[in-house]
């Protein structure tokens, strides 16, 4: 990491191995700042974080102590079975809620000295139309009980978090990035990925602390809750 590098901030994304984590984590590296990119499986240049482990977020924390980050990126998300309330099992709608609504939760409590000592002080859930009970079965009627409840969770908890942190001034945002042609999405999907990451960080950039707490599409569109 360069002097210039470090200069211009740093930005942690979880799910950073593939698909919108991927990409924007190519984005932030290219113009020129430091990106601690989170996976499952570690690599050169790479964090391992298990977000379905409380023990290895934790361990995330530590192994950060005292290195300011500016912007956390809240990506990594599973869908979990796609069939309606007849195919519903326990184990895996909790494994979802775990990772798509705890473990932002508790990756907000683990970096929140990070980003205090941080300059931009934001914190991004990447959330889903889906989890929006206003908007998100007008023109989606697929089953996705477990995704769309831990959404809905993950919603509430991005206004919860903008009220914690407001005191700290950090900026706390749910964006969501469309219907994006990565492995979650899958090939049907209508938005091209570089085009939903490049919408999504220009909404991240722009964010203030008068911001908080909104829900916003990658187009700029607020989402209603």
Known sequence: ?????????????????????????????????????????????????DVADEGSI???????????????????AVRGDTGGLGSLATGDFLEVMRINALAPLLLARALRPNLLAGRRKVLVNISSRAGSLAEGTIDDEDGDYAYRCSKAA????????????????IA????????????????????????????????????TPAETGSFRAYDGRTVAW
């Open 1 to 49: 990491m360069t002097s210039s590098t470090a200069d211009r901030g740093t930005v942690l994304i979880t799910g950073a191995s593939r698909g919108l984590g991927r990409t924007l984590a190519d984005l932030y590296a290219a113009a020129g700042l430091r990106v601690i990119a989170c996976m499952r499986q570690a690599s050169p240049g790479a964090e391992a974080l």
């Open 58 to 76: 934790a361990a995330l924390g530590e192994r950060l102590q005292g290195q300011p980050v500016d912007i956390v990126i809240n990506n990594a």
């Open 154 to 169: 993950l919603n509430m908890a991005t206004v919860k978090l903008a009220q914690d942190f407001r005191r700290d001034g």
């Open 172 to 207: 706390v945002i749910s964006l969501h990035p469309g219907w994006v042609r990565t492995d979650m999405g899958g090939a049907e999907a209508a938005i091209d990925v570089a085009e939903s990451a490049a919408g999504l960080k220009a909404l991240i950039d722009a964010t």
